[in-house]
């Protein structure tokens, strides 16, 4: 039997998945640091398998799962220890991450994976899988590149009440350390094919999606702009969400970013942040939405859009087919986004359905 390795086992997306691959009849393995929680999150047919996560990639080479799912960020931080790991023990590696720092990371490792014949996907949840394969499907008819390319994620995400934690507060404090281009706490996007700075939060639009929502989105440095660009290959792309801050809160961020250039503070409020605690929130639409609009050298316009599930049970089962198919030896030497390695075929294989539009 396949056996595949989940990293953060208790958490809302890990358990999920793991029932799912279950049910598919994979031999799954649950990992997480706290016995209590990982017995109550291991649902039946599973495993639990209690690991630190300085214990994990020793464990990984020792037991050589077929493939691991990494669902503990920040990806920037967790994702190097077990692809080393995965490589050495012949293992596929898979994880959620969506930030300019971790994406790019990953994809730079292509050369090792091919070599050691190995698959490494990153941006296996909603927010780039959403994205790219929209770009993907649109640019499939054409042997030209475009010549701009914006593309927006618009969740349609249920909160249950709890806190925001140590993986989200570290994501959003740390900013994008490293990432060329611009500052840490500055956005991104493409012109002329190069990294540049925006300013997070502008190059506001304005969407009415397929349902008839009105949505509103904003710049945001993520990792969909990594991904449409490599799908595209167009020299100008931005990409926005319109979970982006906007208004008074944009105005704010120059004064809160500005003392959090010094470790202690982004530690201490990466703390406090951590603790915060959210409300329930039911879906605010039917879909999540990926849009994309592609400009072509002749002038004409592409537009096209994703719907899929609630953006949580979006990711876990793209996250779940993606390792599916891992298991199943359906996966090539190298490192990818999903739509990348799988085509746009992947989203409608989740229950996505594309609605294009087409502009002279």
Known sequence: MTTVWILGGTGRTGRAVSEVLTARGLDVVLVGRDAGRLRAATPPGARAMVLTSAEVPAAVRRDRPRVVLNT???FAGTADPVVDACLDAGADYVDLANDMAAVPALLSRNAEAVAAGRTLVTGAGFGVTGTES????LTATRSDAPLRVRVDMVPSLALQAG???EALAGTIVEGLPGVPGGGRFQGRLYLGGQLRPTRIGG????LVTPDGDVVTTAAMPLGELVAAQRASGAPDVLAASSEAPSGRLVGLLPLGTSILVFAPVRRLAGRLLARVRFPDRPAPRTHSWGHARVTWTDGSVTRGWLA?????QATVAIAAEVVRRLADDEGRPGAWTPAALFGPELAESVGGRYVDQVHA
């Not at 190059?203 to 304005?206: D, E, F, L, P, S």
């Open 72 to 74: 503990v960020g920040p």
């Open 203 to 206: 190059m506001v639009q304005r």
């Open 163 to 165: 806190q925001v934690g």
């Open 134 to 137: 929209v770009v993907a499907r």
């Open 308 to 312: 899929l599930p609630e953006a949580q």
